[in-house]
């Protein structure tokens, strides 16, 4: 049996959110959806799940009993625990009794959450609440699964795990279909339709459509012999103790001027601490860092662009207002020049009703206005599509070009391949570090995340190089 759509448009008033669009989403396979912020994703699968009304063409589902659903938000009460929202969501779907124990114990069993049953939603970490979600969806056993950005943002041990809970779906002969901005995780589908802009761009198998996106010009990587400029960040047996609790164990690490390095793990592994302990926002336990030869200071980060998840922008401040105060706080005068043209057509927009990808490229031009010599990003393309990905990777590698140090975290291959050497962190420690290729050796980056986050750190870093 295949589900999905035909020639489906939505419109919102005089927006098309959806044009003409259609989609196959056989019986016991994983169809995937890509696009970024805007591209239709989100309105596709809620067309599918019953939630949006097509303005023409049509969708084609089992019942609406038969269907199973998880928003971009995870669609969990962060106010209920983990038994309780699954018995919610199963009472919804008409389950009781026995039947709804035995699915709930079931699934808290195959999705690690046994031991947080009594746990609050809203006390659960990312990927726990991201398992919980796809609990919640699959408890009634659907015929057929939507699940809007299930992996984004998560760490890839998590990202793993949610991948085994899909391909148990697939098993019984269910269909599934996801949305994503990130090509490497709609390689894992049988078929792939990629959106933009509410159209049609791509769709196929991953293999077909792979040269059909666009990807960045120029060199991504660094294949000369060139010496790279001095050491501009660096830590030695760095260490952060929060009581008993050890979150940097003894790490080293070091970023020179033109070259771009990854720092990858799960979440917890220690990566935002030791960030903050480069940037001197934290004191060391242990160890040393420096920050251009020196502690760091105040006047250091004066020399540095940040980008946090969270991007620092003000969301009740226009474009232009934000890149005035970003380039006055760095000190630097003079009117504000924005480069890119889609920023400097809407000056007077305020950030919160900018799409997430303009946002994005908004906060690399404010960690930019004033030339930084180290240039500091966490998960810096995260939910933008990917024409904007390559963009955005443009320019980080035009900075390290002109001699800037990049310090970047990642979770995805689509982001580490554009790095020249990766540092992978688990339990506060670094268990490997190398090129991407000799981190992953014969398998995928997802897998050799999982295998170093999983090993005991007894044993470690592993020596997969020479760096």
């Not at 690399?364 to 010599?373: K, T, V």
């Not at 990049?406 to 995805?412: A, P, Q």
Request: with cysteine; hydrophobic share 45%.
């Amino acid at each position: 049996m295949t589900w999905g759509a035909r020639d489906l448009t939505v419109r919102f008033g005089r927006t098309v959110a959806l044009d003409a669009v259609s989609l196959d989403v056989p019986a016991g396979a994983v169809t995937a959806v890509v696009g970024g912020d805007g591209a239709g994703k989100t309105t596709l699968l809620r067309a599918l799940a019953g939630g949006v009304s097509p303005s023409a063409g049509h969708v084609s589902t089992p019942p609406r009993r038969d269907v199973g659903f998880s928003s971009a938000g995870g669609g969990i009460y962060a106010d209920l625990t983990v038994d309780e929202n699954l018995a919610f969501a199963g009472s919804a779907y008409g389950l009781r009794g026995t039947r709804l124990r035995e699915r709930a114990d079931a699934l808290v069993v195959a999705t690690g959450l046994d031991d947080a049953r009594d746990r609050l939603a809203e006390r659960l970490s990312g990927g726990m609440r991201r398992k919980l979600a796809f609990a919640a969806a699959v408890i009634h056993e659907p015929r057929l699964l939507i699940l809007d950005e299930p992996t984004t943002g998560i760490d890839p041990v998590s990202r793993h795990d949610i991948w085994d809970l899909i391909s148990g779906v697939t098993q019984r002969d269910a269909a599934v279909v996801f949305s994503t901005t990130y090509m490497d995780e709609a390689a894992r589908a049988a078929r792939v339709l990629v959106l933009h802009e509410g159209r049609t761009l791509a769709a196929g198998t991953p293999a077909e459509i792979a040269g059909a996106l666009p990807r960045p010009a120029g060199r991504l990587r660094r294949h000369d012999p060139t010496p790279l400029g001095a050491t501009l960040v660096e830590s030695r047996d760095a260490t952060r103790r929060f009581g008993s609790f050890t979150a940097v164990d003894d790490v080293d690490l070091s970023v020179a001027g033109g070259e771009v390095v990854g720092l990858l793990g799960a979440n917890g592994a220690g990566k935002t601490t030791l960030i903050r302990l480069l940037l001197g926002l934290l004191p060391v336990s242990g160890g040393r860092v420096r920050l251009f030869g020196e502690a760091p200071s105040r006047d250091a980060r004066r020399r540095l662009g940040y980008v946090p998840q969270t991007l620092g922008l003000w969301e009740d401040l226009t474009v232009r207002e934000n890149l005035e105060f970003s380039a006055g706080a760095f000190g630097v005068s003079g009117p504000v020049e924005e480069a890119d043209p889609d920023l400097a057509a809407a000056p007077r927009t305020l950030v919160r009703d900018l799409p997430l990808g303009l946002r994005r490229r908004l906060a690399f031009a404010a960690a930019l206005s004033h030339g930084p010599e180290l240039l500091v990003l966490d998960e810096p393309t995260s939910g933008v599509d990917p024409m904007a990905r390559a963009r955005l990777w443009e320019t980080i590698r035009g900075a390290a070009d002109g001699g800037a140090a990049v310090l970047v975290t990642t979770h995805y291959t689509e982001e580490a391949v554009h790095c020249d050497r990766l540092i992978v962190m688990a339990a506060g420690r670094a268990v490997a570090r190398g090129t991407l290729a000799e981190i992953v050796g014969g398998g995928t980056l997802e897998e050799a995340l999982v295998r170093l986050s999983s090993s005991t750190t007894d044993q470690g870093e592993a020596r997969v190089t020479s760096h």
